[in-house]
């Protein structure tokens, strides 16, 4: 079937707007994971997914970011009140359960903060 | 903890010259080392993975890739390049048996020069 899809692709905020970003994985996927890329860098780990738990939000970069995945497929990305520094590309990647497993990702939402 | 270092920020190559990116890594456990290729505008694409046995791996789009464990190094090497391998190319490690998402070095951009 189709791969991962992100909506929006493309977002624009003005600073203090909560935005949503979506992730639809691959069907069948255990895991899931979002990521941070600033312009220029390669990916930052934010929080995964097993089904529906959060196993592990480490990155998430202040308390103004939230994820979930209530019935343990789609994802949602949230951040509250945003920031310059919050401008970025979130990817979003699914895998089958285990670390040896390749992730798959989607295109990705740029979010850009003004 | 682990990260991953790719000694390269750009690498311009000629057409149906050789290449290598290099990737050195850390971490205190045993890892899977993975490459992916980022395309203008596109997702993450698994180049290859190694997991274990054969330090030497073989990828899609003729690419390939040598483990060395005692140099801590997964360079990734292609004997012919194209006009259509330049990309975004990203080292990137696994070393919390899936939990916590793969660490990315800063990303290769190759570039390939008629």
């Known amino acids: 079937g189709a791969g991962v899809s992100q909506s929006p692709r493309y977002k624009v905020a003005k600073r203090g707007q909560d935005v949503a970003l979506r992730c639809d994985p691959i069907?069948?996927?255990?895991?899931l994971f979002w990521y941070q890329q600033a312009l220029g860098q390669g990916p930052e780990f934010l929080t995964y997914f097993q089904n529906e738990a959060q196993l592990d939000k480490s990155g998430l970069p202040s308390d103004r970011f939230f994820a979930e995945r209530p019935e343990g497929s789609v994802s949602t990305l949230k951040i509250q009140r945003t920031q310059q520094e919050d401008s970025a590309v979130y990817l979003c990647?699914?895998?089958?359960?285990?670390?040896?497993?390749?992730?798959?990702f989607g295109p990705g939402t740029r979010l850009l903060v003004l | 903890a682990q990260s991953v270092t790719q000694l390269d920020s750009q690498v311009p190559v000629f057409e149906e010259a050789p290449v290598e990116l290099r990737c050195n890594y850390s971490?205190?456990?045993?890892?899977?080392l993975f490459w992916y290729v980022q395309y203008p505008n596109q997702g993450l694409q698994l180049l290859l993975k190694?997991?274990?046995?054969?330090?030497l791996v073989k990828g899609i789009n003729g690419f390939e890739a040598e483990f060395n464990k005692s140099q801590t190094s997964f360079h990734l090497r292609k004997p012919s390049v194209h006009i259509s391998d330049t990309a975004e190319y990203f080292c990137?490690?696994?070393?919390?048996?899936?939990?916590?998402?793969?660490?990315f070095g800063k990303g290769t951009h190759l570039i390939i020069q008629p």
């Open positions: 190694y997991l274990s046995g054969s330090t």
């Open positions: 990137a490690v696994d070393g919390g048996g899936g939990a916590d998402g793969l660490t």
């Open positions: 971490s205190s456990v045993s890892v899977y």
């Open positions: 069907s069948g996927h255990v895991s």
């Open positions: 990647a699914s895998s089958f359960h285990g670390a040896e497993e390749t992730q798959y």
